[in-house]
């Protein structure tokens, strides 16, 4: 359940099976008014989470598939205005959804019977997902054209998540194309015994990125989730005050020993998600703070990132403690915590809440939400599985192969770097085994764990390429590029 704003809401949900289906009896705790949020099997466009508007209370049921769709036409005209985008010119593809879906919409209004009004809805609903969709995608073709018309990408603009057990050698030569490299960086594995630090891995991983030049993101330095803590240390997990010492001794070990190395400090990732068991905002921010003081304290000039996860919310009503992440930034910004860039998690097709499967418009209006921010973004995890990762995972359209990893790659990236304060994008695991958090879901990897690179390897590879020059001017569709001079057929005489 959302409230005003999509902000999530605890509600008592209760499902009764009837002959049309179903009905959903939900009492809310904090505002009568809120909107519901679920996966449903839409057809063709995927099995995906979808919401409807603001509803207020009442005894007789609302009908579900009319209130997806409406919330779906009044998403393609807000983000018409917020873009604007109303000229058809723009995106005639979508317009001509778009009125197929509002005119199905419409005749569902007042359809004559239950079965008409849920066949006309369903309708409206696959129409409208087309059409947002297009939008978000010819929104995203006139900034990307807008922003690298004239100039190239920068040198840092793509990056991958390694496995730091994953030996260089081995997949090296599929790291020649990426500009960045993420390392993550686990107290568990480097501390499995207190005071006994093991940094064979990551040397080995240092060393690679100095002798080929590649940029290296390293972290998080700060981590409380499942499996991060070493077994030694999990005592003392909700003992804050016995848990400091030794995650100071650990963070200065760690960054004295890779300051000179490291070319952007993750600092902590998704902390305000409490995934690790409820914990005080005073002690996360305490955490957080010793680890950017410390890495000031040694280079001044290292660049520091904090990472956000679950950007849509579905864990801050489920998970005891946790606040939103847009919520948990502005917290940081008051307690004067500095930091350079703003890290986000937007990962699809996982069974964990935050990870389900969505469409193309809402993550594009997600990414909008960081619009204004003073810091840089970066997509510090951002992918897609090669196969179905279970129940609830959903699907993007046809179920999750390599292949559709490929296809949806194509997409998600160009409509993020077509955001202006996108900095950068990393994909969320290079193998199916460099998961972004310990214990992670496995197959996001892009490379097989032989080396084998997959279609969405070449799909990336292939964007990069085609940013290191100029894209030119926006053309609108159905019109004719310019030809450049250089590129003229000459005409003969016949």
Excluded at 133 to 140: F, G, I, K, R, S
Aim: hydrophobic share 40%; with cysteine; glycine share 8%.
């Amino acid at each position: 359940m959302l409230g005003a704003g999509d902000a999530s809401m605890r509600a008592d949900t209760r499902f009764q099976a009837d002959e049309h289906g179903g009905t959903f009896h939900i009492r809310t705790k904090d505002v009568p008014d809120a909107a519901f949020r679920v996966q449903a099997d839409i057809g063709r466009a995927g099995d995906l989470i979808l919401q409807t508007c603001l509803l207020p209370p009442r005894e007789k049921p609302y009908d579900l598939a009319l209130e997806l769709a409406r919330h779906r036409m009044k998403t393609y005209i807000h983000k018409c205005e917020d873009w604007l985008m109303f000229n058809p010119g723009f995106a005639p593809f979508a317009a001509e959804h778009f009125e197929r879906a509002r005119d199905a919409f419409t005749q569902a209004l007042v359809a004559p019977d239950l079965d008409a009004e849920g066949l006309l809805a369903a309708s409206a609903i696959d129409l409208g997902m087309q059409a947002t969709d297009e939008l978000a995608m010819a929104h995203a073709d006139i900034l990307l054209h807008r922003r690298y018309g004239r100039k190239t990408a920068s040198s840092t603009t793509l990056g991958t998540i390694i496995d730091p057990r994953t030996d260089p050698a081995l997949i090296g030569p599929t790291l020649e194309s990426f500009d960045l490299v993420t390392v993550p960086m686990r107290w568990r594995e480097i501390e499995s015994k207190r005071g006994k630090y093991d940094f064979t891995s990551l040397d080995r991983w240092l060393s690679w990125a100095h002798e080929t030049g590649k940029p290296i993101i390293a972290g998080p330095l700060v981590d409380f989730s499942p499996g991060s803590l070493p077994d030694w240390a999990e005592v003392f997990r909700f003992d804050y005050a016995s848990l400091r010492d030794p995650l100071y001794d650990y963070l200065e070990q760690v960054v004295t020993r890779y300051i000179k190395h490291v070319g952007m400090w993750k600092i902590s990732a998704g902390l305000h998600l409490c995934r690790g068991g409820p914990r005080p905002i005073t002690e996360v921010i305490d955490a957080i703070r010793t680890a950017e003081l410390l890495i000031r304290r040694h280079k001044r000039t290292a660049r520091r990132m904090i990472e956000v996860h679950d950007l849509f919310g579905d864990t801050t009503a489920r998970v005891s403690g946790s606040i939103g992440a847009f919520e948990f930034l502005e917290r940081l910004g008051a307690e004067g915590l500095r930091f350079d860039s703003i890290g986000a998690r937007l990962i699809v097709g996982g069974t964990e809440p935050g990870t389900r499967s969505r469409d193309l418009m809402t993550l594009s209006d997600s990414l909008d939400r960081f619009f204004g921010d003073e810091h840089p973004l970066l997509l510090s995890a951002c992918g897609a599985p090669c196969r179905n990762l279970g129940e609830g995972a959903g699907r993007w359209g046809e179920a999750w192969t390599p292949e559709r990893q490929a296809s949806w790659a194509a997409k998600v990236i160009p409509l993020a770097l077509s955001k202006p304060y996108v900095e950068a994008i990393c994909w969320s695991a290079h193998t199916d085994n460099a998961t972004p958090d310990p214990g992670g879901e496995s197959g996001f990897g892009i490379v097989e764990e032989d080396g084998t690179p997959r279609p969405a390897f070449a799909r990336l590879v292939s964007m990069r390429r085609r940013l290191r020059r100029p894209l030119g001017p926006w053309v609108p569709p159905g019109a004719h590029p310019p030809t450049p001079a250089g590129d003229r057929v000459g005409h003969s005489n016949e």
